[in-house]
């Protein structure tokens, strides 16, 4: 499975990051929030990292013109998903919440996406079991600050399929 757009839902202190880091390798990024306020936080803070990066010399300004032209803000989950090949969740870590989000994503996104929490306590079998596609759902855990924590631990559920596992590795 080639993985070509990424949504990312959240844009506080892990989804900003997270939409960086896919926005610079190269993907098309959708991040999603629960209001403009919220994205334009999380704009603010990209814009803010890469800027550091072209003070740094790790980044050419052209570099950084198109990593922002990948990132695409919207409010409407379904909007935002609804093309993804590959969606990344970062809200906060609260099971009903994030079972909530989950739900309504699976109800949206194409039958290939493959769904992930960034969780880093919760469980991902629990998370998946409320969705129509457990065998799809994987944890996918960056570390703060995701652009400089080249760690991602990945966690499947008891669902997971091997290869959701793989393509999430090679992601």
């Not at 379904?78 to 993804?84: P, T």
């Not at 998370?127 to 799809?136: L, M």
């Not at 759902?137 to 596992?165: W, Y």
Request: with cysteine; glycine share 6%; aromatic share 4%.
């Amino acid at each position: 499975m080639e993985i070509k757009r990424i949504a990312v839902i959240g844009a506080g202190a892990m989804g900003h990051g997270i939409a960086q880091v896919a926005a610079m390798a190269g993907f098309d990024v959708t991040m999603r929030d629960i209001s403009e306020e919220f994205l334009a936080g999380g704009m603010k803070n990209i814009r803010w990292s890469i800027g550091k990066l072209i003070e740094k010399g790790r980044i050419s300004p052209a570099e950084a013109d198109k990593t922002l032209k990948r990132i695409r803000t919207v409010v409407p989950l379904k909007e935002a998903v609804e093309n993804a090949d590959f969606v990344i969740e970062a809200v906060p870590e609260i099971l009903k919440l994030k079972q909530q989000v989950f739900k309504e994503i699976d109800s949206y996104a194409p039958a290939h996406a493959i769904l992930a929490s960034n969780t880093s306590v919760l469980s991902i079998t629990e998370i998946a079991a409320a969705t129509n596609r457990p065998q799809k759902v994987i944890g996918m855990h960056f570390f703060n600050p995701a652009l400089l924590m080249r760690l991602v631990e990945v966690i499947m559920g008891q669902k997971t399929s091997s290869d959701t596992c793989n393509v999430t590795m090679d992601l």
